[in-house]
């Protein structure tokens, strides 16, 4: 049978994929966030998943304001990296896995959360830089990916509580999936930051170390957060935050702290980076 082992949390910020494309690692801004995705390469070397279910948003990259799914799965054979500006960046195709999201899309749709089914879809910074940041720069990925976007680009996005609970019908989709398939489920986005308007460049550490400390065994609390006070405490792209809870929803309710890794500055944005393991997977 397929098995969620575990979650993988981390920021998508653009600059960070240009940092890696253009060789610039190593360069003192960017080096200390870099040193913080170490462990993680080593980690999922030993604990390598055949899929990772990729819980991102699209910036208005694949889908404009003429059409905002809520939550939309892939269910192609790949995925295009997007060309977001300054053409595409040079990272190998993600391959989906057809079957396991055809059947997660039946068995979640059937469970009363309504996908839209996505064939054919480019994918941007919020798949591709998370993507990058875990495995590094390989001829081509290591395993196979299920995009699964949420829309927190145009009011109104999900809330954190109908997030948690489609993470929680995803792993119930995922466990009733007959293949021996090691499934990582991954959220991407946050931590606080503000792109527009007077407040943009805010960054709430406080916020975001609270939220890392509930994220292993307070999901339910977390899950209560209206939208305003992620606004109001984490900025308007904060509230990307809320795609973190749809990874803790496939997680065992008691879960394994393996790494926590937080960092400020990363353009904008405030990065924070955490993998839970299962327990019963150890
Ligand atoms: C930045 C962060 C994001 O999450 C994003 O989608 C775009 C830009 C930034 O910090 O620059
Ligand atoms: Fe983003």
Known sequence: MARVTAGVFTSHVPAIGAAMDLGRTEEPY?????????FSRRWIAANRPDVVVLVFNDHATAFSLDMIPTFAIGCAE??????????????????????LAAHIAQS???????????????????LTVP???MFGQPEAWPCKVIPLAVNVVQYPPPTGHRCWRLGQAIRRAIDSFDGDLNVQVWGTGGMSHQLQGPRAGLINKAFDNRFLDRLPGDAAGLAQIPHIDYVREAGSEGIELVMWLIARGALDETVLETHRFYHVPASNTAVGHMILENRSQS
Do not use: C
């Open 30 to 38: 960017w080096q200390p966030l870099f040193s913080g995705y170490e």
């Open 78 to 99: 790949r995925f295009e990296p997007a060309d977001e500006g300054w053409g595409p960046r040079k990272v190998p195709t993600v391959h989906g896995h057809p079957e």
């Open 108 to 126: 979640v749709i059937l469970d009363e959360f309504d996908l839209t089914i996505i064939n054919k879809m480019d994918v941007d910074h919020g």
């Open 131 to 133: 993507m990058s940041l």
